[in-house]
């Protein structure tokens, strides 16, 4: 159980367009939702946290309009990376917690690996 | 805020020998610490975790200790195998907003 997905797990982007990242708990509900960015050989950076029903909290220095995030629905998040650049290539990966319960347990997607040309 | 240190960068042991990695936290408050193993390319598997009333856990090969007087905790794992080689993180979580603090991660080279 606890099964995350995300899609795509990767994409190659033009600079200047828009990519969409979804992110799906598959078998539970899930109000929160945190989505990270992995540079290369670097830990995982939390970019937000992303809770059912209202507005994103960013991070320090995460830019809320380049990187928009949806959380409609207790199984969706969708990050959209606006007018993405080179330097935003990266490994995105979002993760989500189970609805009720008071948990730190924090179940992980994929993966999506986007590359900006 | 919470900031989490971790060493070493990277940790070459021999097959079956034991490794062990070592995390520092800074805020009291952080009650529960799970540790990740991550293959290239892919997400993120907990092996293990922690919580602030327990001093220490074992799974198999794998073991955690927590000394929250110090504000360390350290993952052990004995009898190393090929299929060991990954790179580890340590995290810490507290109940104010459940979101995890990573620490910088280790790269474990298994030897044959």
């Known amino acids: 159980g606890a099964v995350v997905s995300q899609h795509p797990s990767w994409v190659i982007c033009k600079s200047g367009t828009s990519v969409k990242i979804e992110c799906r708990s598959l078998d539970f509900q899930a109000t929160t939702m945190f989505w990270y960015r992995q540079f290369p050989k670097q830990s995982l950076m939390l970019m937000a946290t992303s809770n059912e029903g209202s507005k994103a909290t960013y991070e320090q220095g995460v830019e809320k309009d380049k990187f928009l995030i949806n959380h409609a629905s207790l199984t969706l998040s969708t990050l959209t990376v606006t007018s993405a650049h080179p330097e935003d290539s990266s490994f995105y990966i979002c993760s989500a917690q189970i609805s009720g319960y008071l948990t730190h ?9 986007l590359t900006v040309t | 805020g919470e900031n989490v240190e971790q060493h070493p960068s990277t940790l070459s042991v021999q097959e079956g020998d ?25 997400r993120p598997q907990l092996i293990i975790d922690i919580r602030s009333n327990v001093g220490e856990k074992k799974d198999q090969r794998i073991a955690v200790t927590l000394n929250k007087t110090a504000k360390h905790f350290s993952l052990h794992i004995t009898e190393t195998q090929p299929e060991d ?8 979580s507290m109940n104010s907003n459940y979101q995890l603090i990573w620490g910088a991660g280790t790269k474990l080279i298994i030897k044959p």
């Open chain 1, 105 to 113: 347990e924090q179940y992980f997607g994929p993966g999506t690996r």
């Open chain 2, 18 to 42: 034991s490794a062990v990695i070592k995390c520092t936290y800074s805020d009291s408050a952080s009650n529960y610490f799970p540790w990740y193993k991550q293959e290239l390319g892919k």
């Open chain 2, 85 to 92: 080689s990954a790179v580890y993180f340590c995290a810490a």
